[in-house]
């Protein structure tokens, strides 16, 4: 038990303090702490910061969506702000507030579908370049060429023309680092600030030339709050690099997850292969309505982020007092959730490590809402790029799988590398032939 205040009621836990971070230590000790004390567990951290640490699904629940208001953003989410500023991710109560309401519009499926050309042409662009391998006999990366795509992908989305006028003119896009470096530490800090001048440049190019366009960059420009005022400059650049990071790296793990796993169940990948044969047999049947019959791709994604969730570990810090179950929550205490270590409980989920799509089925025509389940997390702060990624996710499986067999060429399982997000420790390599 941690050291109690007179009348506070704690969870279970360990007697003495306990260090917590975003990295592999800390998932083996918040394993070790559910299996010892059970789905509500009560610890301090050196600092003697009361920390908790829940994994019963009622009370994720009940912190992410009803009592939303009573916590902000924990631990851990200090360094992204050193990254990309107090954009959408990071920012908290009235800003929050003030920037989701601007910027949820631009999120709107209609804008998302007319965006589905884009995702074909990142797609296409993979193709060729399978194509070339698989004529050489050589392996492709594909944690590389996900991050590729995704990345490619969200900043034509963000930044339209501008992309292949200003990034690509001079032949090295510079924000490709991003997809070919995972670390975010300091050095990338220094980058990303670099980054931030040029996106400004064409933040005031677009306003000299009074354009309007469709792209996100171009909506959160036109964005206003209720009291008609725009966003600032620096808001509108911390809202930038916020949606070029999010928007790219959940994708590409997801799908290099994807890729790895379907090239080790040849059952699933034919069952895929049929459904795009049956909605998307040509670039044309690549419409909103088709990708949305592709039931089973959706299943392989689905169960995709069950075992694999990008953001395997969210904190929060609760700002008020609250009570979880029978237990207090002193205003101040850190609150570490992981999508990871629930969606492979094996109480909640039954064989929890197999892979098995058929758990999304519909029943009776409806998806199942009586599992947790929270990769895009729950409530009013869920991810706002969830349907944009399933629908990119689609349009890559659905044009790529029929056209290439990805061998394995390495039987050793890639592991886990459990940074701000959920990668694989080591690239995947995988041997495309045409089919
Ligand atoms: C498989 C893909 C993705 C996963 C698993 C994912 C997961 C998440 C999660 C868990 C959060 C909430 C984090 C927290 O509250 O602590 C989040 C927030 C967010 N995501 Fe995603 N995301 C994905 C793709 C995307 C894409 C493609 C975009 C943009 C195009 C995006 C934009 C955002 C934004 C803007 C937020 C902040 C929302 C807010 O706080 O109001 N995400 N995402």
């Known amino acids: 038990m941690p050291p109690s205040e007179s009348a506070t009621r704690l969870p279970p836990g360990p007697d003495t303090a306990v260090t917590l971070g975003i990295d592999p230590e800390t998932l083996e000790t ?14 301090t951290k050196p600092s003697g910061r009361l920390t908790y640490f829940i994994n019963d699904p009622a009370e994720v629940r009940r912190i992410l969506v009803r009592r939303h208001v009573r916590y902000q953003k924990g631990p851990g989410f200090e360094r992204v702000k050193m990254l990309l500023g107090n954009g959408l991710i990071v920012s908290d109560g009235d800003a929050w507030r003030r920037s989701r309401t601007m910027i949820q519009p631009a999120f709107k499926v209609q804008n998302v579908h007319r965006l589905i050309g884009v995702m074909i042409g990142c797609s296409d662009r993979r193709a060729v370049a399978w194509a070339a391998a698989a004529e050489r006999g050589d392996t492709v990366n594909i944690t590389e060429e996900t991050n590729e795509f995704a990345l490619e992908l969200i900043l034509i989305s ?40 040029l996106v400004l440049e064409i933040i005031e190019e677009r306003r000299s030339r009074n354009e309007e366009s469709l792209d996100f960059l171009s909506m959160y420009m036109r964005a206003t709050d209720k009291n008609g005022e725009p966003f600032s400059d620096e808001e509108l650049l911390d809202e930038v690099m916020t949606l070029v990071v999010a928007g790219f790296e959940t994708s590409a793990n997801t799908l290099n997850w994807v890729w790895y796993v379907i090239s080790g169940h040849p059952d699933i990948e034919q069952s895929l292969i049929d459904e795009a044969g049956r909605w998307v047999p040509t670039v044309d049947a690549v419409t909103a309505e088709n990708l949305t019959e592709m039931r089973y791709t959706q299943q392989v994604l689905e169960e995709t982020l069950r075992l694999y969730p990008p953001v395997w570990l969210f904190t929060r810090r609760s700002i008020e007092e609250d ?20 969606h492979r409980s094996e109480h909640i989920w039954p064989n929890a490590n197999d892979f098995d799509p058929d758990r999304f089925a519909l029943v009776e025509g409806k998806p199942r809402k009586d599992r947790p389940y929270f990769p895009f997390s729950l409530g009013p702060r869920r991810c ?10 689609k349009v890559h499986l659905g ?31 995988l041997k495309p032939s045409v089919r």
Do not use: C
């Open 30 to 43: 918040l394993t070790y702490l559910q299996r010892e004390y059970g789905d509500m567990v009560g610890m």
């Open 158 to 197: 963000i930044f339209g023309d501008d992309y292949e006028n200003r990034f690509m003119k001079e032949g090295d896009n510079p924000f490709a680092f991003l997809s070919k470096d995972s670390t975010r530490d300091l050095s990338v800090v220094m980058k990303v600030r670099a980054l931030r001048n």
């Open 323 to 342: 009570e979880l179950e029978q237990y207090d929550v002193p205003p101040g205490t850190d609150i570490y959730l992981s999508p990871y270590i629930l």
């Open 384 to 393: 706002l790029g969830e349907y944009f990624s399933f629908l990119e996710m």
């Open 399 to 429: 044009l790529l799988l029929p056209r290439f067999r990805m061998q394995r060429v390495e039987d050793d399982d890639p592991g886990l590398e459990l940074a701000i997000n959920l990668r694989s420790k080591r690239d995947i390599l």
